[in-house]
């Protein structure tokens, strides 16, 4: 008698409260992770910690920057910049050979690894002036250290997602790698050329990324096990986890 599989078209949402629990709690996470994992490879999650201030404060610290002029923004250039931190132009990456460029901008921080270090990510961040942006660099750091902290949430939930003991990740991100990224994608507008995507299709590098959408720009798909490019609209209050 042949099985038949369903594969999901939409992206679960995991209530990681749990991984706050009792072991019970936290396996029931971790089961859930791992059907995500296994059938779409994306999940949302839910009642994970981050302050929606801290959110509200980074978005809007976001748009003030990639409001400045140009010639202010490339004062941070990242081709400048030993650790690829910095400033990303519109067109300044492309994910894929055949099209003429990726349309977004970015700005990237990380963790400030002492210089003499070996790390490739070692050395200072970057950062526009303070009376450029008065306290953009105090906001876009909060968000970066709860969201580090959501991250290390999220690792003993993966290891037991892989069945593996609870601790394993511990101590293997003792130092942080992460880099965080700010993106811009301006409305395309006129005729759409396209060979020109705000990013093509693509796969991170990270361990996994953690990410915010804006509520009401739907924009992130998603190629499920099946080879079916599913939807990931913004929900409001989760990240999209990937």
């Known amino acids: 008698m042949s099985g038949i599989m369903l594969i999901p078209i939409s992206l679960t949402v995991s209530d990681i409260s749990g991984l706050s629990g009792d072991a019970n709690s936290r396996a029931q996470v971790a089961s859930a992770i791992r059907e995500a994992c296994i059938h779409v490879g994306f999940f949302y999650v839910k009642n994970h910690g981050v302050d929606e201030i801290v959110i509200r404060s980074t978005i809007e610290a976001s748009r003030r920057f990639f409001d400045l002029s140009l010639e202010e923004k490339m004062k941070l250039d990242v081709h400048k910049s030993p650790n690829f931190k910095g400033y990303t132009p519109l067109l300044g990456e492309n994910t894929n050979p055949e099209n003429r460029g990726d349309l977004h901008e970015c700005f990237d921080i990380g963790p400030e690894i002492n210089a003499s270090s070996n790390s490739s990510m070692s050395g200072s961040n970057v950062w526009p002036a303070e009376d450029v942006i008065p306290g953009f660099q105090g906001v876009v750091l909060k968000y970066y250290q709860e969201v580090i902290a959501l991250g290390l949430k999220l690792f003993p939930a993966f290891a037991l997602a ?20 700010l993106l811009h994608y301006p409305p395309q507008t006129g005729v759409i050329d396209d060979r020109i995507q705000g990013i093509g299709a693509h796969t991170d590098y990270e361990c996994f990324t953690i990410l915010w959408q804006q509520d009401d720009i739907p924009a992130l798909q998603v190629l499920n096990t099946s080879g079916q490019w599913i939807d990931a609209k913004p929900m409001p209050g989760t990240f999209v986890i990937k």
Do not use: G
């Open 162 to 181: 892989l069945n593996l003991p609870e601790d394993f990740f511990a101590e293997k991100v003792q130092t942080a790698a992460a880099i965080m990224r």
